[in-house]
């Protein structure tokens, strides 16, 4: 059980989606039954915990493949507890990655999560705060400056991989 300290709330860790390669600590979530998995479920149909218990949730290459990606959202944020960190990796809508797997569904971009914040403008029951973003450029792009890889990542093809994002909930 994940304890929390000062800046992080006290609850459970959720690897949503491990397969077998489970984040240390974590309960591994997955519809799957293989080494490593704590809970077997179906998360496009709900997650098997309480309201308010996760202090930290890791959805690693798994939000590509979700079809309702906002009702998953909204799950997502009724479990997290206030200031619950949320880890997201997923592949860069630009690269192959995003393209070369049958099973994605979407494709993602540094503003996706934008859509489940404060003010969204569908009226979704979420409240995620962006805290931060990184990216895996390709070979030569890492060795660029940052603020030359920014354009090559929103206008080249293939020159970024992937996108990891961590989001805050913000709960009353």
């Known amino acids: 059980m994940f304890t929390g300290s000062a800046s992080q709330p006290a609850g459970i860790a959720l690897d949503i989606g491990c397969g077998a390669d489970k984040v240390p600590g974590s309960i591994g979530v997955d519809r799957l039954r293989l080494p490593g998995v704590n809970v077997i479920c179906d998360i496009e149909k ?5 309201d308010g218990t996760v202090a930290r ?3 690693i290459h798994v939000v590509e493949h979700i079809r309702e990606l906002a009702a998953f959202m909204e799950e997502l944020y009724r479990v997290c ?3 619950a960190r949320v880890t997201v990796k997923t592949p860069y809508y630009a690269s192959r990655e ?3 797997d049958p099973t ?9 999560f934008h859509y489940f ?3 969204n403008l569908y009226g979704f029951k979420a409240n995620f705060r962006t805290v931060s973003t990184s ?3 390709r070979s030569f792009f890492r060795y660029l400056p ?5 354009p090559c990542r929103r206008h080249l093809w293939n020159a970024c991989e992937e996108m990891a994002v961590v989001l805050e909930a913000v709960k009353p």
Do not use: D, I, N
Not at 104 to 112: A, D
Not at 146 to 150: D, E, G, I, T, Y
């Open 146 to 150: 940052k603020f030359l890889q920014r």
């Open 117 to 119: 914040g404060h003010m």
């Open 46 to 50: 709900g997650l098997p915990f309480r």
């Open 98 to 100: 995003a393209f070369q």
């Open 57 to 59: 949730a890791y959805c």
């Open 104 to 112: 994605h569904v979407r494709f993602m971009t540094e503003h996706t």
């Open 135 to 137: 990216y895996r450029m």
């Open 81 to 83: 507890s206030a200031g």
